[in-house]
């Protein structure tokens, strides 16, 4: 795998995933990734990221079991995004949609829930 360590990542050694539903083409959320996550997304064929807010190494559905069975990774032209296509078990979205992309700009400049909430985050996510 020499050609992931080639990828050009930004100074924290991150590169953006965008998460796509290999289903329907619906983009599901975008994620950073390191080396090592990259790597572990390799290896297992289901999503790991970086956290940026909890500096901290994850796998997506760890906690809520709402896990991505990865189908195909791309590279950009640049080498410095990632296009991760997935099959996506339950919501990508940590608020409880499908994608993290629920919201739409309106014509007045207001943002419109149009996303349906597939569960509470209260209850999947309960802090220990």
């Not at 990774?73 to 629920?102: N, P, S, W």
């Amino acid at each position: 795998m020499q050609e992931i360590s080639e990828l050009k990542y930004d100074q924290n050694g991150l590169i953006p995933a965008i998460i796509l539903d290999v289903e329907t083409g619906e983009v599901l959320m975008m994620a950073y990734m390191n080396e090592q996550s990259l790597r572990a997304t390799i290896e297992t064929g289901k999503t790991h990221f970086w956290s940026r807010s909890r500096q901290k190494y994850w796998m997506k559905g760890e906690e809520s079991g709402h896990t991505q069975e990865v189908k195909e990774i791309f590279i950009d032209c640049d080498k410095d995004t990632l296009l991760v296509k997935v099959k996506q078990t339950g919501a990508a979205c940590h608020e409880g949609y499908r994608t993290c992309f629920f919201r739409r700009l309106t014509p007045t400049g207001q943002w419109e829930t149009v996303g349906q909430k597939l569960f509470d985050p209260k209850e999947v996510y309960k802090k220990k």
